[in-house]
């Protein structure tokens, strides 16, 4: 399938984040604080796009920068190239490809973030409610039935069940949204772990 | 990861979620009225109404 779409995947980022230190406003500090983390997690045009919001919102103004962010397609590779806004005199950092079917661009990264943080929302104050209720029936003993502290119990239980599992599948989806498989799953929290020891300040090394 | 997706999040997830609602309810009676409560039984009464009305929603 070669129709264009504008849906936003993760090309070849990791080993090419060097924006950071060309960055002179608040919004590329904040990046520079969370790249030693957060570069793992979230798709790299996407963070951009944001933190270009940021930056206009705030009326900061690079000086480096011109605001000239695009997406463009190539035709050699056959995918969408991310322009970041960063260093536009260096060569394009984040490759941007097209979903492989129709069938899996139903689900698009901004509408599962929605859910799911609808889902995570939910969870929390479920969770905070839960565990109040048990706490003080655990305290007091004026649970008024036992089945009332076991149910309750168990809704705390759903409840952490769901924001894990919850916030894994809205990492997962926004790192590999487009694998059928979840063989990837574990990798990612061991990515994660072992990153720290590679990167230097500015890149990640695969 | 979209099947696995839909293994936990269409099936798994939801019957469990149901069966956590459900229970919740059968226990309050449906949902307890706060104010005509003959002797105080629910003593944590809208905390628990608020418990229930959120497990149906993340159902």
Redesign the interface.
């Not at chain 2, 990861?1 to 997706?5: D, G, L, N, R, V």
């Not at chain 2, 039984?41 to 944590?44: D, E, I, Q, S």
């Given at each position: 399938m070669t129709s264009k779409q504008t849906t936003i995947l993760m090309g070849q980022p990791f080993s090419q984040l060097h924006c950071s230190k060309y960055f002179s406003t608040a919004g590329g500090s904040l990046y520079y604080i969370l790249s030693s983390r957060l570069c793992c997690y979230v798709s790299p045009a996407f963070f951009f796009g944001c933190l270009d919001s940021v930056n206009r919102i705030l009326g900061f103004r690079s000086q480096r920068t011109k605001y000239r962010t695009s997406i463009k397609f190539d035709e050699q590779t056959n995918a969408y190239v991310y322009h970041g806004f960063c260093c536009s005199n260096r060569p394009p950092r984040y490759v941007v490809s097209n979903f492989p079917s129709a069938a899996l661009q139903l689900i698009s990264n901004f509408r599962h973030v929605v859910a799911f943080g609808a889902l995570l929302l939910s969870s929390l104050i479920e969770l905070s409610i839960s565990t109040w209720i048990t706490a003080k029936y655990n305290a007091n003993h004026n649970a008024p039935t036992s089945s009332a502290h076991v149910r309750v119990s168990y809704l705390f239980f759903m409840s952490i069940w769901t924001i894990v599992f919850g916030s894994v599948y809205l990492v997962g989806f926004l790192i590999a949204g487009t694998s059928i498989f979840a063989s990837m799953a574990p990798h990612f929290f061991l990515r994660v772990l072992f990153y720290s020891t590679y990167h230097d300040n500015f890149s990640f090394h695969l | 990861?979209?099947?696995?997706?839909f293994t936990?999040?269409l099936f798994l997830?939801w019957i469990?979620?149901l069966a956590?609602a459900a229970?919740?309810t059968q226990?309050?009676g449906g949902g307890i009225n706060c104010g005509a409560q003959t002797y105080l039984?629910?003593?944590?009464c809208s905390?628990?109404n608020?418990?229930e009305g959120?497990?149906w929603?993340?159902l």
């Open positions: - | 990861m979209i099947i696995s997706h936990y999040s997830s469990v979620w956590a229970a919740l226990t309050l039984r629910f003593v944590y905390q628990l608020a418990l959120f497990a929603l993340i």
